[in-house]
């Protein structure tokens, strides 16, 4: 068991190329936006040159960024774009935020009675984590695995992203999920960081997460500060 403990860090400059492709899908960078000069964007970004170029790259590699010699990189937006954190439905008031994520225990034990069915194994991996948008605390994450995906789980393995986790480290994919969002009562393991008292009333999602073959093999419960947080899902043109 973790208590306490950062998960294991993206590197920086996917941190950047997944702030971007936030702000871009959340409309906070615009389709045409020019962006600063990579010096003084780096600078304000508190991360080397070399780091952002690399954070620029992998954009113009999905598509959404345009470098044009002698002008700048200007923005390029688009719909259904690759990202670690594609399924993260929650974003800060105004869109976007950096996700982050505090590992606050992991450890296998018998699946709650009031989860709905998922996977065959009577038991489960359960993460709980504080999640934090640009570095401020947004929600209490409780996330149940199956526990016929994994035999054993290196807490210092876990990764901020858990979809990334389960795809490097379990050979796991999450395909698909479904949400139901709602209200409920903050849980009473809160974390301290966490604004909202156990009890108070948080805005609340269910996940049922699928697998390529459309298997449910995952359950998670999330509960965000709603003076801090929405939980936003955009559809792509039809």
């Given at each position: 068991m973790a208590r306490g403990r950062p998960s294991a860090a993206l590197p920086k400059y996917v941190q950047i190329s997944e702030m971007l492709i936030r702000d871009i899908a959340a409309g906070r960078?615009?389709?045409?936006?020019?962006?600063?000069?990579?010096?003084?964007?780096?600078?304000?970004?508190?991360?080397?040159?070399?780091?952002?170029?690399?954070?620029?790259?992998?954009?113009?590699?999905?598509?959404?960024?345009?470098?044009?010699?002698?002008?700048?990189?200007?923005?390029?937006?688009?719909?259904?774009?690759?990202?670690?954190?594609?399924?993260?439905?929650?974003?800060?008031?105004?869109?976007?935020?950096?996700?982050?994520?505090?590992?606050?225990?992991?450890?296998?034990?018998?699946?709650?009675?009031?989860?709905?069915?998922?996977?065959?194994?009577?038991?489960?991996?359960?993460?709980?984590?504080?999640?934090?948008?640009?570095?401020?605390?947004?929600?209490?994450?409780?996330?149940?695995?199956?526990?016929?995906?994994?035999?054993?789980?290196?807490?210092?393995?876990?990764?901020?992203s858990l979809y990334l986790f389960y795809r490097e480290a379990l050979g796991l994919v999450i395909m698909s999920a479904t949400d139901q969002v709602s209200i409920a009562p903050a849980p009473d393991w809160g974390e301290a960081r966490f604004p909202m008292q156990p009890g108070d009333m948080a805005g609340y999602v269910e996940r049922i997460g699928r697998d390529p073959a459309g298997r449910a093999v995952e359950f998670s419960r999330t509960w965000f500060d709603p003076s801090e947080v929405i939980y936003i899902s955009r559809l792509g043109k039809g």
């Open positions: 960078l615009p389709d045409g936006t020019r962006l600063p000069p990579e010096r003084d964007m780096a600078d304000g970004l508190g991360i080397a040159v070399g780091t952002l170029r690399k954070a620029l790259e992998s954009l113009a590699k999905k598509g959404l960024l345009e470098r044009v010699q002698g002008s700048g990189n200007y923005i390029r937006a688009r719909a259904a774009v690759s990202s670690v954190y594609a399924m993260l439905r929650l974003e800060r008031i105004g869109g976007g935020g950096l996700p982050t994520a505090a590992l606050l225990s992991v450890d296998r034990r018998a699946k709650p009675k009031d989860a709905p069915a998922f996977g065959p194994s009577t038991d489960g991996w359960r993460f709980r984590r504080l999640r934090f948008l640009d570095d401020r605390p947004a929600a209490l994450e409780e996330i149940w695995l199956d526990g016929g995906c994994a035999d054993s789980i290196a807490p210092e393995s876990v990764s901020e």
